[in-house]
């Protein structure tokens, strides 16, 4: 017993007091210990320090601007979608969306056309000269290029020269020298309107080009001036003839309006025309029962009959024909 007389605990039964603060510390290191060992990496010598760059990168890192991956971006998707216009055949319609979008703002600061002055068209009308050198109603006279206007215009086989001008800021133009129809023109069965010069005008034949002379044969195109203003010398002749037939490139055929065939030489063409002249008005050839003459032969004259002609004229010689001695 103690001297209070309390029971001593026994010595061994005893345990020391421990301090919270005491715990805490004696703690503390194990857990950093254990979080230590958790979180442990590989020693560096270096540890702050990166790998180096491949030496291009470094290069390109330093010599090429700012933005310039952007830029090489910007580039890439530009492309891309250019090759899918093109690929796609719709380059066009994205020139055509550009052009009506820049001329829309042209037109809408003054620059609109609003007046247009042509000269020198009687085959074509206004709409149709527009139309061919490119000018419609969306078109503004800022952006109009009157170079490839003229191009386009003299492009057209009716149009022999043009001129375009742009008066600022809403007037145009336009003077063109058009091309005379000289003659429809047929080959393989097919009728075009040609000029004097052989320029196809036109794939058909209009109403009002009915009455020029038909010109038959290839290469009658280009030879046919010639030849019909040969012909004019010889008003007798050439008031009959409906069409000239060039016959293998290399003489011409006269086909006349009641169906007379006229086959002149391929040299001396204008003695036989005269020919002609003299033996309409001496004989009235031309009204005569034939369907041919033939002239091609230096010396003579070869005509050929109707079927009418012939029979009459075969029983008018059988009637003159004498009979024999005793017949009844």
Do not use: C
Request: charged share 25%; aromatic share 6%; glycine share 8%.
């Amino acid at each position: 017993m103690d001297g209070g007389g309390r029971l001593s605990r026994s010595l061994g039964s005893q345990r020391p007091q421990s301090n919270p603060q005491t715990r805490v510390a004696s703690a503390a290191p194990r857990s950093r210990g254990r979080a230590s060992a958790s979180v442990r990496r590989p020693a560096s010598r270096h540890p702050d320090r990166f790998e180096p760059p491949h030496p291009w990168i470094a290069i390109a890192e330093r010599r090429l601007p700012r933005f310039a991956g952007l830029a090489a971006t910007t580039l890439i998707l530009i492309g891309a979608v250019v090759l899918g216009v093109v690929k796609g055949d719709h380059a066009d319609d994205v020139l055509g969306a550009l052009s009506d979008t820049r001329n829309a703002v042209a037109n809408a600061v003054g620059f609109r056309i609003t007046s247009v002055a042509i000269s020198g068209r009687k085959q074509l009308t206004q709409d149709e000269v527009l139309a061919v050198g490119g000018v419609n109603g969306r078109s503004s006279l800022l952006f109009l290029d009157a170079a490839t206007a003229r191009d386009k215009l003299k492009a057209d086989p009716w149009i022999a020269d043009a001129t375009v001008q742009k008066l600022y800021p809403g007037r145009l133009q336009i003077d063109i020298t058009e091309r005379k129809p000289f003659a429809p023109w047929q080959e393989n069965g097919r009728v075009s309107v040609i000029a004097e010069d052989g320029t196809v005008l036109e794939p058909y034949v209009a109403r009002r080009f009915v009455s020029l002379p038909l010109v038959v044969g290839k290469g009658a195109e280009t030879r046919a001036r010639d030849f019909l203003n040969l012909l004019a010398q010889y008003p007798q002749v050439r008031t009959q003839v409906k069409a000239i037939v060039y016959v293998g490139e290399r003489r011409w055929n006269l086909r006349l309006a009641d169906g007379v065939d006229v086959r002149l030489p391929e040299f001396g063409v204008e003695q036989a025309l005269a020919t002609l002249t003299k033996m309409d008005k001496e004989a009235g050839l031309f009204s005569r029962d034939i369907t041919a003459i033939d002239m091609r032969l230096p010396d003579r004259l070869t005509v050929r009959l109707s079927e009418a002609a012939a029979k009459a004229r075969d029983e008018l010689l059988k009637d003159k024909k004498p009979k024999k001695a005793g017949s009844a």
